[in-house]
């Protein structure tokens, strides 16, 4: 089909008509609403551990609905906190908004957006591979940064330099130089809320727990721009990737815990 998922036909309020799990009961995003988060101190007496290497990041391909880092996931696994097996990295991507718009992040918190949403996901390694895993009830897990506009993050600059290497979709280019996507994580990346939840795009498998970040990381508002740079297809030929975002859905028969009083 021309176009891409979120400009096609009704764009994500559409997708229940191909993928009926859209409606289910345990769909990503959601907003964070702030009041009803319950602190559970399980979540802060066994620590999330999040560990990274700097050569676990191979390469970056344009997904047609956004850039995509993906890992052999070697020395990056994710334990403790609401996990109850090892998982492990395979890929950051994000989603974004439109030039002077408040929109672009996935989650909400307190109906808020922010500018844009980074998302690390790592598959349980219970499963052969991230293919088997990812249609799992506990298959992935799913780390969220929220993007803030403030100072230039020159990490995430090294990743966007990239950019213009992978123009089209399914562009892909290696990562020759060492990344660690810890340097991705906010300062303070121990208070968090998690939900059990699922993919934010078709086919929206019903198999993630979400880690959302707190407190949200720093970049320019030029590299919020620079996300735009890449392109995409759209009905009316390639342009500007913006906007690859799934709006917040019901929170339905569910309660996001707060690893923080
Ligand atoms: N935005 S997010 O973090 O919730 C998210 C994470 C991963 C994927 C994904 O891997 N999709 C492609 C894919 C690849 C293999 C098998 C699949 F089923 C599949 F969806 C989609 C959304
Ligand atoms: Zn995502």
């Not at 109850?84 to 992040?105: I, N």
């Not at 500007?240 to 569910?254: A, E, G, I, S, T």
């Amino acid at each position: 089909k021309r176009g891409n998922i979120y400009l096609s036909g009704a764009g994500p309020s559409a997708w229940h008509e191909e993928y009926p799990v859209a409606k289910g009961k345990r769909q990503s995003p959601v907003d964070i609403n702030t009041n009803k988060t319950k602190f559970d101190p399980k979540l802060a007496a066994d620590p999330l551990t999040i560990r990274f290497s700097d050569s676990c990041c191979q390469s970056i391909v344009n997904t047609g609905i956004s850039f995509q880092v993906t890992s052999n996931g070697a020395g990056c696994e994710l334990s403790g906190g609401p996990l109850d097996s090892t998982y492990q990295f395979a890929q950051f991507h994000a989603h974004w908004g439109a030039y002077l718009k408040t929109t672009g992040s996935e989650h909400t918190v307190d109906g808020v957006s922010y500018p844009a949403e980074l998302h690390l996901v790592h598959w349980n390694t219970k499963y052969d591979d991230f293919k088997d895993a990812v249609d799992k009830p506990d298959g992935l897990a799913v780390i969220a940064v929220f993007f803030k506009r403030g100072k230039e993050h020159p990490g995430f600059g090294k990743i966007q330099d990239l950019f213009s290497k992978i123009p089209a979709k399914g562009a892909k280019v290696n990562i020759d130089f060492e990344f660690n996507p810890g340097l991705l994580m906010p300062p303070d990346s121990e208070n968090y809320w998690t939900y059990l939840g699922s993919l934010t795009t078709p086919p929206l498998y019903e198999s993630v727990t979400w880690i959302v970040m707190k407190e949200p990381l720093e970049v320019s508002v030029e590299q919020i721009a620079i996300l735009r740079t890449l392109l995409w297809e759209t009905p009316n030929g390639v342009s500007q990737m913006y906007n690859n975002f799934r709006p917040p859905v019901p929170l339905r028969d569910r309660v996001i815990r707060a690893s923080f009083g």
